[in-house]
C-alpha cells in the first residue's frame, strides 16, 4: 500500500486515496463493470487538462451552479471551478489560486454570504493546514491563503463549515494522531488563531473528519478511533472544542469508521455514512443516532457493499443519499434510502464507472450533483441527476449491450457523446496558463490509467484477510 508522502517525496494521489484505509489484504476479487448512467442524467467532464480531480468537494451557488475543489496532482495545486450552469456543461473556466508548492490535498469548500469560496485543504510542502478565502466567486484574483496551523505536521483529512458570522470551523488531523479543531476569529483565519485537541488519546484518532454545527453553532464532528474505537462522534460543549469534552465511539464492531461523512436531522441527531472495512464485503455503513451524542444504544445499518469515499446528505424527509465507491466495479454508487435509517430493502445506482474522491450535495429539486474524479482518465466529472434517485430501475449490469455512439464536435464548444441512451460532454477547459509539455515530467506522479491498472489497484485495497489486517501505517509512521 502507498503512503502519505512527506513534504518533497512524489506521491501517487491513486495510492493515496487508498492509503487512508491503509489495509494490508490478500485475496481475489471479480470484477464487472457497473451500468451507465441513465437517459436524464448529465455527467460531465468540466476539466480534462492534466491529472486532476482528487479530493473533490462541491457546494452549489444560488442560482444552483456547482462549485468544486479539487487537487491538480500535474502541477500540484489547489483548483477551483465555478460553473457557468448546473450541469457544467459549458466552457468552463477552473482556476488555480494556490500554487505555491504542493498545496491542495484533503480539500473542503463552503461559500461565504457573497458567494465567495472558503476552502480548506493540506500544505504538503510545509505541511501546514490552509485556508483560502476567495475574493470572488471564481477565485480568480489575486488571493492570500493563509496558514492558521503551523504546529508540527498538521492539515490532514479537512473538513469546514461556517458558522453564523462567516468565521471558518475547521476539523483535521495532526501528525500525533491527534483530532484537531480550529475556530478562526475572523473570515480569513488571519489573526492569533488558537486550535484545540478536543480528542488526543494514546492511540490513533482523527482520520478522514467531517463536521458539522448543531443549532448553537457547536460543532459535531465524525472521525475514525482506530481500531480500538472504531467510529467515533465528537459533540463539543462549546464553540471551539475547548471545554472536557467527551467522545462517543458508536460502532466498534471492529474495523470501521472510515470515509465518514456526517450531517444532522431536523433534531439535532446525527447521521453518519462510513466503510465497515471488516470480512471481504467492505460494507456500507449508515447510522442514525438517536440522541445529538450518539452516547445511546445506537444501530448501524449496512445497506450495501461495498462502501468507500462516503459522502452524505439529507433529503426533504430526512433519509440519506449518500454517494460513495464500489471499488470492486471501481464505479460512482448512489444510494437514497426510503427511510431515515436506511433498514429497508434499499436500491442503489450506479451511475458511472472508474470514479473515487465523491462529494453530493441536493439541488432544490432534491436531485443528487456529485463531483468526482475519473481515475481512468484523471478528470473531474459532475454527475447531475434528473430524479432524486439516480434512476433507481435502471437493468441489472449487462456486459453484452449493444449500443450505438454518434459524436458530433463544434471547434469552441463542448464535445457531446451519445452511447446509447446516455449523454456525456467532455468541455474544452480555458486556461489562464500554459499546461507543461506533453514530454515534462508532472511534479506528482500521475494515478494509474486503464482497467488493468484500476484493477492491480483495487486488488490491493478490497479484500480484507483476518490475519493480515491493520495496517494503516505507513501512511505516518515515524522516521
Known amino acids: 500500500m502507498g503512503r502519505r508522502s512527506r513534504p518533497g517525496e512524489d506521491l501517487s494521489v491513486y495510492n493515496r486515496r487508498r492509503a487512508r484505509v491503509g489495509l494490508l489484504v490478500v485475496g481475489v476479487a471479480v470484477f464487472v463493470l457497473a451500468h451507465p448512467a441513465d437517459a436524464a442524467d448529465t455527467i460531465t467532464s468540466p476539466d480534462t487538462v492534466g491529472s486532476v480531480g482528487a479530493d473533490t468537494s462541491i457546494v452549489l451557488d444560488a442560482a444552483g451552479n456547482p462549485v468544486i475543489s479539487y487537487f491538480d496532482a500535474t502541477n500540484g495545486d489547489l483548483k477551483v471551478l465555478h460553473c457557468d450552469d448546473p450541469n457544467c456543461a459549458g466552457v468552463e473556466t477552473p482556476t488555480s ?3 505555491a508548492g504542493l498545496v491542495g490535498w484533503d480539500t473542503s469548500i463552503a461559500l461565504d454570504a457573497a458567494g465567495n469560496p472558503v476552502i480548506s485543504y493540506f500544505d504538503a510542502t510545509n505541511g501546514d493546514l490552509k485556508v483560502l478565502h476567495c475574493d470572488d466567486p471564481n477565485c480568480a484574483g489575486i488571493e492570500t491563503p493563509t496558514s492558521p496551523d503551523t504546529a508540527g505536521l498538521v492539515g490532514w483529512d479537512t473538513s469546514i463549515v461556517l458558522d453564523a458570522a462567516g468565521n471558518p470551523v475547521i476539523s483535521y488531523q495532526s501528525d500525533n494522531n491527534d483530532l484537531k479543531v480550529l475556530h478562526c476569529d475572523d473570515p480569513n483565519c488571519a489573526g492569533t488563531e488558537t486550535p484545540t485537541s478536543p480528542d488526543n488519546p494514546a492511540t490513533i484518532v482523527g482520520w478522514g473528519t467531517s463536521i458539522v454545527l448543531d443549532a448553537a453553532g457547536n460543532p459535531v464532528i465524525s472521525y475514525w478511533g482506530g481500531i480500538d474505537d472504531g467510529l467515533k462522534v465528537l459533540h463539543c460543549d462549546d464553540p471551539n472544542c475547548a471545554g472536557i469534552e467527551t467522545p462517543t465511539s458508536p460502532d466498534t464492531a471492529g474495523f470501521v469508521g472510515l470515509y465518514s461523512s456526517i450531517v444532522l436531522d431536523a433534531a439535532g441527531n446525527p447521521v453518519i455514512s462510513y466503510l465497515d472495512g471488516n470480512g471481504t464485503n467492505h460494507a456500507l455503513k449508515v447510522l442514525h443516532c438517536d440522541d445529538p451524542n450518539c452516547a445511546g444504544t445506537e444501530a448501524p445499518t449496512a445497506p450495501d457493499t461495498p462502501g468507500f469515499d462516503t459522502s452524505i446528505v439529507l433529503d426533504a424527509a430526512g433519509n440519506p443519499v449518500i454517494a460513495y465507491q464500489d471499488l470492486g466495479r471501481g464505479g460512482l454508487k448512489v444510494l437514497h434510502c426510503d427511510d431515515p435509517n436506511c433498514a429497508g430493502i434499499e436500491n442503489p445506482t450506479s451511475p458511472d464507472t472508474a470514479a473515487d474522491s465523491m462529494s453530493i450535495v441536493l439541488d432544490a429539486a432534491g436531485n443528487p450533483v456529485i463531483a468526482y474524479r475519473d481515475t481512468d482518465n484523471g478528470d473531474v466529472k459532475v454527475l447531475h ?31 457531446t457523446t451519445t452511447v446509447g441512451a446516455t449523454t456525456t460532454t467532455t468541455t474544452p477547459v480555458v486556461s489562464a496558463t500554459t499546461q507543461p509539455p506533453a514530454t515534462t515530467e508532472p511534479p506528482v506522479i500521475l494515478p494509474p490509467t486503464g482497467s488493468t491498472d484500476r484493477t492491480a489497484a483495487a486488488i490491493g485495497a478490497i479484500l480484507l484477510t483476518a490475519g493480515t489486517a491493520l495496517l494503516l501505517l505507513g501512511r505516518r509512521s515515524a522516521t
Open 385 to 415: 441527476c434528473d430524479d432524486p434517485a439516480c434512476d433507481a430501475t435502471l437493468p441489472p449490469p449487462s456486459t453484452t449491450t449493444t449500443t450505438t455512439i454518434t459524436t458530433t464536435t463544434t471547434p469552441t464548444q463542448p464535445t
Open 97 to 99: 489560486p494556490d500554487t
